[in-house]
C-alpha cells in the first residue's frame, strides 16, 4: 500500500466513522462555521481545564473531507494546550493553502491525508472549514466563521 493509499483510507474511515461527533452541553466555547459554497454547516464544541483542551468534539453536516478533517481534528487536538492547537492550526492552514509551505507533512500524523487537498482548490475550504471554526472557538467569536 502506497501513502496515497493509506491518506485515502484515512479520510474513508474518518467519513465513514466520525471520531468525537456529538454535541456539549457543557463546552466552554464554541463557534459555527459556514462554507457558503456549498451551504455546509459545523459546529466545533471545546472543554478547557486550565488552558488544555480537555475534550474537542462537532457536530454538522458536510462532504466526506470536511467531516473526515472535522474528525481528524478533534483526535489531534485534544489533551493540548489552547496555544498548540492554534500552532497547529496555522500549520494546517499552510499545508492547505500554500505551494510553498515548509510543513514536514510526515511529523503531523493522520493529518497528513488531508495534504493531498491542496491539489484541488475547490476543496480546500471543505477541510479548512473546520480549523477556522476552532480557531473562531478558541478567540470566543461570536459570529459565524465563514470561509470566504
Ligand atoms: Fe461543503 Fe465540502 S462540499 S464542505
Not at 459546529?43 to 481545564?49: D, E, G, P, R, S
Amino acid at each position: 500500500m502506497d501513502l496515497a493509499d493509506l491518506y485515502r483510507d484515512v479520510i474513508v474511515d474518518h467519513n465513514r466513522k466520525p471520531r468525537n461527533f456529538r454535541p456539549m452541553p457543557d463546552a466552554d466555547r464554541q463557534a459555527e462555521g459556514f462554507n457558503p459554497l456549498c451551504g455546509d454547516r459545523l459546529t466545533i464544541y471545546v472543554k478547557l481545564k486550565d488552558d488544555v483542551i480537555s475534550d474537542v468534539s462537532f457536530q454538522g453536516s458536510g462532504c466526506a473531507i470536511s467531516v473526515a478533517s472535522a474528525s481528524l481534528l478533534t483526535e489531534s487536538v485534544k489533551g493540548r494546550s489552547v496555544a498548540d492547537a492554534e500552532r497547529l492550526f496555522e500549520t494546517m492552514h499552510a499545508m492547505l493553502t500554500r505551494d510553498d509551505a515548509d510543513v514536514d507533512v510526515a511529523s503531523l500524523g493522520k493529518l497528513g491525508a488531508l495534504s493531498g487537498v491542496r491539489a484541488f482548490p475547490a476543496r480546500v475550504k471543505c477541510a479548512s472549514l473546520c480549523w477556522h471554526t476552532l480557531d473562531a472557538a478558541l478567540h470566543r467569536q461570536t459570529e459565524p466563521v465563514r470561509t470566504e
